[in-house]
């Protein structure tokens, strides 16, 4: 275990910290303070002990109306804090197993890599309704690593954000496994699944549309 890891795990207040920025990207000293229920001076000492570890930034932001507030966000470093599952190595293997055997045998490894998850976890799913469908969705997400978000906009519709994504180097360099992910997330609860925002464009977290379907549709 390496030392950023034996840190986070060691530091429930500041790991708090850690967690809430990387879901909501940037916060302030008040809402860290209302999110950790300390005050304002324990949650700066604790910000100090993070800024001089390097894993925070701040910055400052202009409001319409009071005083300019400083606002912190994680640093490139804090990053090797939250699930990876060796990015690295599984990217260089991914790019070995391609100049071996070519592009249609990657397709292959990502494809029986979802085979396998719909295989485990469909019978999690058996006998559920769509609601508990996507419930489970979230939590088998969460449990991987990704730090799931879900949001019920209306009967029929949820958002499912993921804050974080332990295979996004491999990603970038293969997409092929978003490919297979969306299929999976469609094939799991189905319903109509769309990606709306995606880390491995640049977006600051992977974002789901998961609709439904009309009884109309069901096969």
Same mark, same amino acid.
């Given at each position: ?16 910290? =850690? ?7 940037? $916060?302030?000293?008040?809402? =860290? ?37 400083? $606002? ?36 292959? %490894? ?16 058996? !006998?559920? !309704? ?7 969705? *979230? ?11 879900? &949001?019920?906009?209306?009967? !029929? =519709?949820?958002? =499912?954000?993921? *804050? ?5 180097? $491999? ?12 299929? %999976?997330? &469609? ?14 464009? !640049? ?17």
């Amino acid at each position: 275990m390496n030392r950023h890891a034996v840190y986070f795990q060691e530091q429930e207040k500041r790991r708090e910290i =850690l967690m809430l920025l990387k879901k909501r990207r940037s $916060v302030d000293v008040q809402e =860290l303070s209302k999110h950790l229920g300390i005050t304002k001076v324990a949650v700066r000492k604790h910000l100090d002990v993070l800024h001089k570890e390097r894993y925070i930034e701040s910055r400052i932001v202009r409001k319409r109306t009071g005083r300019p507030a400083y $606002v912190y966000h994680l640093t490139n470093t804090a990053e090797f804090l939250f699930p990876r599952h060796y990015s690295d190595l599984a990217t260089e293997m991914v790019a070995s197993i391609q100049e071996l055997y070519g592009e249609a045998f990657v397709d292959q %490894l990502f494809e029986k890599r979802m085979a396998r998850s719909l295989q485990n976890y469909r019978e999690v799913m058996r !006998g559920q !309704g769509f609601d508990q469908r996507v419930k489970t969705l *979230a939590s088998i997400q969460n449990e991987e690593g990704y730090m799931p978000h879900l &949001e019920k906009i209306r009967d !029929g =519709l949820y958002t =499912l954000e993921e *804050a974080n994504c332990p295979l996004l180097q $491999v990603a970038i360099r293969f997409r092929q496994a978003c490919q297979c992910e969306l299929s %999976l997330f &469609e094939s799991l609860v189905d319903a109509h699944v769309e990606r709306t925002s995606c880390m491995t464009e !640049g977006q600051v977290k992977c974002r789901y549309l998961i609709k439904e379907k009309l009884s109309n549709e069901e096969t």
